[in-house]
């Protein structure tokens, strides 16, 4: 199973929460610059391979390219965003509302056997993906939505 684009998206998550605690950075801070650091990973690859991105949208969906690169500049604005305190709880609100929102391009790439991230295994691949999207939200909501 191809697992690569999961493993890596969960060290860029996780490795800078834990891997900051000496530098005495406090806790939300460590766990927003790993929410950056996905958002900056998975937005490069909107750019480098748009070709394979589109096909994880249904032909339907009008002006393929452009919803990529769009998306593309959104993530990277978001993991921007997030690391500022006055803009994050409203930039976690807007990625967790992304997340639910490209959910269902997920669910169909899938379904399609997509050869991109992980979609080519099909539908058992959602087993993954899906509780990594939830995580994600999970983890979003934790360390830049909930007020403390």
């Known amino acids: 199973m191809k697992m690569r684009n999961i493993a890596i998206i969960l060290t860029l998550l996780l490795l800078p929460y834990w891997a900051l605690i000496p530098a005495h950075l406090q806790e939300p801070l460590r766990g927003r610059i790993g929410i950056a650091l ?11 391979k748009t070709s394979e991105m589109t096909q994880m949208l249904p032909p339907s969906v009008p002006m393929r390219v452009p919803l990529i690169w769009l998306t593309g500049v959104f993530e990277l604005l978001a993991a921007i965003a997030i690391l500022i305190p006055a803009l994050s709880r409203y930039t976690g609100l807007a990625l967790c509302v992304f997340l639910l929102l490209v959910l269902p391009s997920n669910v169909y790439a899938a379904f399609q056997r997509i050869d991109f991230g992980g979609h080519g295994v099909g539908p058992i691949y959602l087993l993954v993906r899906v509780p990594l999207q939830l995580f994600l939200i999970g983890w979003i909501y934790w360390f830049s939505v909930r007020q403390p």
């Open 38 to 48: 996905v958002f900056v990973f998975t937005a490069i690859g909107h750019f480098v």
